[in-house]
């Protein structure tokens, strides 16, 4: 097939994917719940001189083509670039970081459905740290002949650009389902990530099966790695074990017999040469403290555009600057540079982009630049002194986080268990002192850095309240039932079973049903939705026998449902 140009080729082949264009427009417009489509006849528009993206692509995950020398490349692209007249100011490294992340869980899949495809503009790197201005394409390349008339693609690989365009349109809609899922559990768990960074200490409350320490987990990974958890199963499984694994992570589980003993500082008997030793030792929370204490600094890629017109302002006021060694000084600044001297003598300019690039190579852990770039290192390296020294900065912020997850937390007698630490908890960083002493000290104290997640069930009246004191200390977050958690399992009979329990609790005016005991609430005991997550109905009939009914029957034997619940209870089925 003969082409006079580029605009050309996507007319025809905009001409000769037909139906299809309004397929990928319709389902892009569910996509981005946008109002309207951006044009039904056209899969590829926004047609420059040497490429073009799918209709309505701006900032987000693309169909590209574009052609290069004698070749065409096309496929599924990610842009950090520019894009004039975006309807939103956010950087575009920062909005498609999502749909990289989507790609990146999904990568084994995606390389089995188009096993031909490779990243052949771009690096994985470019996905896994996204930058501003930078381009990726995962894609195809085929050959054309140039000829003076335009270009010649041979009719077999167009036919195969056309097929490709389609085979890629599932991929293209999993990486963006995926990260609507991912925005979706962000837009979730945001609040509750800056309600913990703000408090230190929160405690997840509400009915059995609501998933509260499965959010837990998620919530203690995403402040850990300060990555998203994955809305794909076997993903986030893989995140799990990665966190499980983590010196920064820790779970237990609290029970009536746990003491400060077992939780803080307590004393241990040992046999040593026939007689007995008692030592004091250290337990779980001081020891998870002190690791944390001894957490050194870490850096972000976000620290130079934050930080760097500080580091700016101090520089021009002690011109001349030295910087890490007698060799260098800076001896002027300009609008983008810093004018440096070697040994006195003008020896070059050092723009301010360099810096940071080789400021991010540097917390990246990658080698010296070298090859004339060592003045480019030092004012990084100035720069990373000068983050570790600024009052700007909260150098405590700045460590790895740690994050102790306390399941029951309120099946343990709290003020008895954490002692003198109640003092410790709101006042982060000071002293307390302990009942025992440890090589002559007494002191004890907890790090701005560890972070504090509990759990508790608000159905259980066999332990005991936590009290005032101690609430004061502790943000508490409600995780209750949530229907549309079930209904992503597909199964209808979930749903229907789901409701049918809800009925025990509370009527469909919202109102308390007639079998809830008045002396509970139905947010604090109606079951949560962990029980009903089954997509197989014979596995819902086992879970309805053998885990719903009993604990339905144990509530009415505690009271809290009343009246004919019993008959209810048993009348339940799949």
């Known amino acids: 097939m003969k082409f006079k140009n580029f605009e050309e080729l996507i007319i025809q082949i905009n001409k000769d994917l037909g139906g299809f264009c309004s397929t990928f427009q319709y389902k892009r417009k569910d996509l981005t719940k946008s109002r309207r489509t951006t044009g039904n006849s056209?899969?590829?528009?926004?047609?420059?001189?040497?490429?073009?993206?799918?209709?309505?692509?701006?900032?987000?995950?693309?169909?590209?083509?574009?052609?290069?020398?004698?070749?065409?490349?096309?496929?599924?692209?990610?842009s950090t670039q520019y894009v004039p007249f975006a309807t939103?100011?956010?950087?575009?490294?920062?909005?498609?970081?999502?749909?990289?992340?989507?790609?990146?869980?999904?990568?084994?899949?995606?390389?089995?459905?188009?096993?031909?495809?490779e990243i052949i503009i771009g690096s994985r790197q470019l996905l896994e740290k996204p930058?501003?201005?930078?381009?990726?394409?995962?894609?195809?390349?085929?050959?054309?002949?140039?000829?003076?008339?335009?270009?010649?693609?041979?009719?077999?690989l167009f036919e195969e650009l056309l097929n490709d365009c389609k085979r890629q349109f599932e991929p293209y809609q999993q990486i963006f389902e995926l990260r609507n899922k991912m925005i979706e559990l962000n837009d979730k768990y945001e609040p509750i990530k800056k309600l913990l960074e703000y408090k230190k200490q929160i405690i997840f409350q509400g009915p059995p099966g609501t998933g509260k320490t499965y959010t837990a987990k998620d919530i203690a990974y995403e402040i850990i790695f300060d990555r998203q958890v994955s809305g794909e199963p076997m993903e986030r499984k893989k995140q799990m074990e990665e966190l499980q694994n983590s010196d920064?992570?820790?779970?237990?589980?609290?029970?009536?017999?746990?003491?400060?003993?077992?939780?803080?500082?307590?004393?241990?008997?040992?046999?040593?040469?026939?007689?007995?030793?008692?030592?004091?030792?250290?337990?779980?929370?001081?020891?998870?403290?002190?690791?944390?204490?001894?957490?050194?600094?870490?850096?972000?890629?976000?620290?130079?555009?934050?930080?760097?017109?500080?580091?700016?302002?101090?520089?021009?006021?002690?011109?001349?600057?030295?910087?890490?060694?007698?060799?260098?000084?800076?001896k002027g600044v300009g609008s983008n540079f810093f004018d440096v001297h070697d040994n006195g003598k003008h020896f070059r300019k050092v723009r301010f982009e360099a810096i940071k690039s080789t400021y991010r190579e540097l917390i990246s852990c990658q080698p010296p630049l070298g090859g004339g770039y060592y003045m480019e290192e030092d004012c990084s390296k100035k720069f990373m002194f000068f983050l570790n020294n600024s009052t700007e900065i909260d150098y405590e912020k700045k460590k790895q986080k740690y994050v102790l997850v306390i399941d029951e937390i309120n099946r343990a007698n709290l003020p008895s268990v954490?002692?003198?630490?109640?003092?410790?908890?709101?006042?982060?960083?000071?002293?307390?002192?302990?009942?025992?002493e440890k090589d002559g000290v007494r002191n004890i104290v907890l790090p701005p850095n560890l972070y504090i997640i509990g759990t508790m069930n608000t159905a259980d009246r066999s332990v005991g309240h936590i009290d005032y004191a101690i609430r004061r200390r502790f943000s508490f977050v409600d995780i209750l039932p949530e229907l549309s958690i079930i209904?992503?399992?597909?199964?209808?009979?979930?749903?229907?079973?789901?409701k049918e329990v809800a009925k025990l609790f509370v009527k469909d005016n919202g109102r308390p049903a007639d079998t809830l005991s008045p002396e509970f609430q139905a947010d604090n005991v109606m079951l949560g939705h962990s029980y009903f997550m089954e997509q197989d109905e014979e596995n819902l009939k086992v879970r309805l026998v053998y885990e719903?009914?009993?604990?339905?029957?144990?509530?009415?034997?505690?009271?809290?449902?009343?009246?004919?619940?019993?008959?209810?209870?048993?009348?339940l089925s799949v």
């Open 131 to 156: 930058e501003f201005d930078k381009f990726c394409l995962f894609g195809k390349i085929i050959n054309i002949e140039m000829t003076s008339e335009g270009f010649t693609i041979k009719d077999e």
């Open 548 to 571: 719903i009914i009993p604990l339905l029957m144990e509530y009415v034997k505690d009271g809290i449902l009343i009246n004919d619940a019993e008959t209810k209870i048993q009348a």
């Open 248 to 330: 920064q992570f820790k779970l237990i589980q609290f029970h009536p017999a746990y003491s400060y003993e077992d939780f803080v500082r307590g004393i241990s008997a040992r046999e040593n040469n026939g007689s007995i030793e008692y030592n004091t030792e250290d337990r779980v929370l001081v020891k998870f403290a002190q690791d944390a204490i001894k957490e050194k600094v870490i850096y972000s890629y976000d620290d130079y555009d934050k930080f760097f017109p500080s580091f700016l302002k101090m520089i021009k006021e002690n011109i001349p600057y030295e910087l890490n060694n007698s060799k260098y000084t800076i």
């Open 42 to 78: 056209q899969l590829f528009g926004n047609i420059k001189e040497t490429w073009a993206i799918n209709r309505g692509g701006g900032v987000e995950v693309q169909y590209h083509i574009d052609i290069h020398k004698n070749t065409i490349r096309y496929g599924i692209a990610f």
């Open 487 to 498: 209904q992503t399992c597909g199964c209808e009979k979930a749903e229907e079973l789901f």
């Open 418 to 436: 954490l002692g003198e630490l109640i003092y410790a908890l709101e006042y982060r960083g000071e002293f307390v002192e302990s009942m025992y």
């Open 88 to 117: 939103n100011r956010i950087a575009p490294e920062v909005q498609l970081r999502p749909y990289m992340q989507a790609f990146l869980q999904l990568e084994d899949k995606i390389r089995n459905q188009l096993k031909d495809y």
